[in-house]
């Protein structure tokens, strides 16, 4: 399954690349400690010049997750 998730996630930085490539914008949403933020090709978009990242919180746009039937910010 993590093979699977890792190609899938190759997958969308080439997506991202043409993008980036064309002048037009991106957005890659994922928890900030998150391990696929280590993976290669992530970690090769995150170098280029015109790619920046932030760390925002999910509360602020009344983003919820639920975790054993608790709804939690």
């Known amino acids: 399954m993590l ?3 890792i190609t ?3 997958f ?3 997506l991202c690349e ?3 490539q064309s002048g037009l914008y991106f957005l ?3 928890p900030a400690g998150a391990s696929s933020w280590s993976v290669h090709k992530v970690q090769t978009m995150l170098r280029k010049y ?3 990242a932030y760390e925002g ?3 602020q746009f009344n983003m919820k997750q639920t975790v054993q039937g ?3 910010f």
């Open 3 to 5: 093979e699977m998730g």
């Open 8 to 10: 899938h996630l190759n």
């Open 12 to 14: 969308a930085m080439e």
């Open 18 to 20: 043409i993008q980036r």
């Open 28 to 30: 890659v949403e994922h």
């Open 50 to 52: 015109d790619v920046h």
């Open 57 to 59: 919180d999910m509360c």
């Open 70 to 72: 608790e709804e939690l």
